[in-house]
């Protein structure tokens, strides 16, 4: 029960759905986009969601309540009110900046291509700013490793549920289901990092190929050449209080086992 844009309502309810992109604000609110409809015939959603504890209500902020809407990306780094991420789903790289604006990277659609676009949503103007991408299934350009460059792009990808802010505002990202520097699709270890001031994407570690083994070096001792295995669906993650990625690995990596451990492993 859609009920009208903008207005909360304790009778409004959001679809049925699952993978939707999610962000927690500073007030504590719970905001959702997208993901995938278990209806009859499997569909992307593209509707915005906000809900407020406080009051027990939801209210539907933007998008469409028909699904399969196509996506409208408009000019870099200008917000409107008609641009739109469109449908997707599996679109977990969702970050919150220190203005409230949510921020989403990646997924799939209803036709089942991948994504590496960059979107944020303003929360106090209500309107979506695309901020690049390369297209449709389409590979990475990485280029040297610890150098960021307007260049850089992360290939197309899904399900890369790590995913973080720093102390400086920098956005991270880990690995996913996706394509390589040769367009090769797979698991992937890479480890992205994006500022929004420059707008610009490093490659800091892992692997620019697809179902790297990583190397796990000796259990609890930080090395710069340990590297987790590539994986996808990594649901659990966390950043500490000094500003450090952990992870329990209970992903999917390469060989389609568990790991049950966390491990030493980098310091932003």
């Known amino acids: 029960n859609y009920g009208v844009m903008g207005i909360s309502s304790p009778t409004n309810e959001p679809p049925p759905r699952y993978e939707a992109a999610d962000w927690t604000d500073s007030k504590g609110n719970l905001w959702i986009y997208g993901g995938v409809s278990p209806a009859v015939v499997t569909y992307e959603l593209n509707d915005l969601w906000k809900y407020e504890a406080t009051t027990n209500e939801w209210t539907w902020m933007s998008g469409s309540s028909i699904p399969g809407q196509a996506r409208a990306y408009g000019a870099v780094g200008v917000a409107y009110i008609a641009y739109t991420p469109g449908e997707r789903g599996r679109c977990i790289n969702t970050l919150g900046d220190g203005a409230d604006n949510l921020w989403l990277f990646g997924g799939?659609?209803?036709?089942?291509?991948?994504?590496?676009?960059?979107?944020?949503?303003?929360?106090?103007?209500?309107?979506?700013?695309?901020?690049?991408?390369?297209?449709?299934?389409?590979g990475g350009s990485y280029g040297t490793k610890g150098i960021a460059s307007a260049l850089n792009w992360p290939?197309?990808?899904?399900?890369?549920?790590?995913?973080?802010?720093?102390?400086?505002?920098?956005?991270?990202?880990?690995?996913?289901?996706?394509?390589?520097?040769?367009?090769?699709?797979?698991?992937?270890?890479?480890?992205?990092?994006?500022?929004?001031?420059?707008?610009?994407?490093?490659?800091?570690?892992?692997?620019?190929t697809i179902n790297s083994n990583g190397s796990y070096g000796t259990k609890c001792v930080s090395s710069p050449s340990n590297d987790p295995p590539a994986r996808w669906?990594?649901?659990?993650?966390?950043?500490?209080?000094?500003?450090?990625?952990?992870?329990?690995?209970?992903?999917?990596?390469?060989?389609?086992?568990?790991?049950?451990h966390p491990i030493t492993w980098i310091k932003p």
Do not use: H
């Open 233 to 260: 669906e990594n649901k659990a993650s966390w950043t500490d209080t000094c500003g450090n990625l952990r992870m329990k690995f209970v992903g999917q990596p390469k060989k389609l086992k568990s790991f049950e």
């Open 155 to 208: 290939g197309c990808r899904y399900e890369s549920d790590a995913s973080w802010v720093d102390a400086l505002g920098n956005f991270w990202i880990f690995g996913g289901m996706g394509q390589d520097k040769n367009n090769l699709f797979g698991r992937l270890n890479d480890l992205w990092k994006y500022d929004p001031l420059t707008n610009d994407w490093t490659w800091v570690r892992g692997a620019n």
């Open 108 to 138: 799939s659609d209803g036709s089942g291509r991948y994504l590496n676009d960059l979107w944020m949503f303003n929360t106090s103007s209500m309107m979506w700013t695309f901020y690049g991408g390369t297209g449709l299934n389409v």
